[in-house]
């Protein structure tokens, strides 16, 4: 099977899955949605979207690699589309709908995150947060390690009058 048909398929049963999901969804929350179909190979900028018309694309491959996203992702977007259906905006009515569809959803087993959330290998991540359970908060370790970078990153104190040296001028801080 070549490549091209293999991803074909993939993608079919995929949708298929998401289809069979999405109903279970809606008529959990009385929701009315047309059809649920792969976004468009080219588009790349955004997960999914819902129409109007009750139209719901997802994209179901990973912008730049190609690869087929993890079906908890897809998920994911498919309840952020659909709290669409009832909030056509990001308020933090459609937030609450949408935290709503997921934990329901988690619940019927139908999303099924990973059980420790790990922190994206950022550059400048806070090297010691490896999980988000290590931490209350992980607002409050970014801000932590915000201080830390700051507090290191301080201008040493000015030397004794006279021997100051040319002052470099700062773009970025």
Sequence with gaps: MTGRVRRQRENRETIERLNRDALEIARRFALRYRCIE???ANVKRRYGICYSDGTIRIRL??????????YSSLVNT????????????HSPRFHRFYRELL????????????????????VGAPAPLRAARDVPSLRDAWAAERARRAASEAPPPAAASGSRGPEQLSLFG
């Excluded at 491959?61 to 993890?70: F, Q």
């Excluded at 498919?78 to 909030?87: D, G, S």
């Excluded at 934990?103 to 950022?122: D, G, S």
């Design 78 to 89: 498919l309840c952020h589309e659909l709290a669409h259906l009832r909030h056509f905006d």
């Design 61 to 70: 491959r990973h912008a730049t690699s190609g690869e087929l996203l993890k």
């Design 38 to 40: 792969a976004e468009r």
């Design 103 to 122: 934990a329901w959803a988690k619940r019927a087993q139908i999303y099924r995150p990973a059980r420790t959330a790990l922190v994206a290998p950022v």
